[in-house]
């Protein structure tokens, strides 16, 4: 069954770019019927998303993080991945990716989830 | 940006009972599109209900969803010793999909 795998450094410092990518294996990560989400959830808070993005390349941003965030894709290898850059300590967070399907919605609910990787920002 | 207000922050519950969960939206969510889920202890959120009301893939019939516009539920009709858990709401009407805070079912 399709299955979702985070990777990454678990530690960042301030002011430099986070990067995490997600592999996706089991099933088809170019279909047309879904797109590829990450999110967030700090320490014992609640969960945020953070961006999404479509097997061809097309971009849905959380606009509270635009100008720090870059969410690409690469199909050769099933794979997407984000940058954040400028992180500080509230960046702080599990981080999942996750599957949402292609809809009435533009962006339907996420059934799909990998496991999650924790990152800190710390110096 | 559409706020969710989950309520009550906690509800402390044993197990056979009924578990009534409110998620409030700052303004309507169009075609109900609004999801539950429930995530356990170092676990990822798991999908319950979609479109306010559908079960997702091979969720117990235990869960329910029902709502609509600002006002939607999530009832467990009897609950489970593994039901123990947090449970959200999101809604995917409008960019950014925003989710709610939170509600905590604990054991009584």
């Known amino acids: 069954q399709l299955q979702l795998q985070e990777s990454g450094p678990g530690l960042v410092k301030p002011s430099e770019t986070l990067s995490l990518t997600c592999i996706v294996s089991g099933g088809s990560f170019s279909s047309t019927r879904y797109y590829w989400g990450w999110l967030r959830q700090p320490p014992g808070k609640g969960l945020e998303w953070i961006g999404t993005i479509y097997y061809s390349g097309t971009t849905y941003y959380n606009v509270s993080l635009k100008g720090r965030l870059t969410i690409s894709v690469d199909t050769s290898k099933n794979q997407f991945s984000l940058r954040l850059s400028s992180v500080s300590a509230a960046d702080t967070a599990v981080y999942y990716c996750?599957?949402?399907?292609?809809?009435?919605?533009?962006?339907?609910?996420?059934?799909?989830w990998g496991q999650g990787t924790m990152v800190t920002v710390s110096s | 940006e559409i706020v969710l207000t989950q309520s009550p922050g906690t509800l402390s519950l044993s197990p056979g009972e009924r578990a009534t969960l409110s998620c409030r939206a700052s303004?309507?969510?169009?075609?109900?599109?609004l999801a539950w889920y429930q995530q356990k202890p170092g676990q990822a959120p798991r999908l319950l209900i979609h479109d306010a009301s559908s079960r997702a893939t091979g969720i117990p019939d235990r869960f329910s969803g029902s709502g609509s516009g600002t006002d939607f539920t999530l009832i467990i009709s009897r609950l489970e010793p593994e039901d123990f858990a947090v449970y959200y709401c999101q809604q995917y009407a409008t960019s950014p999909l925003t989710f709610g805070p939170g509600t905590k079912v604990d054991i009584k």
């Open positions: 303004q309507s969510v169009s075609s109900n599109f």
């Open positions: 996750a599957r949402h399907s292609r809809g009435a919605a533009s962006l339907e609910a996420f059934d799909i």
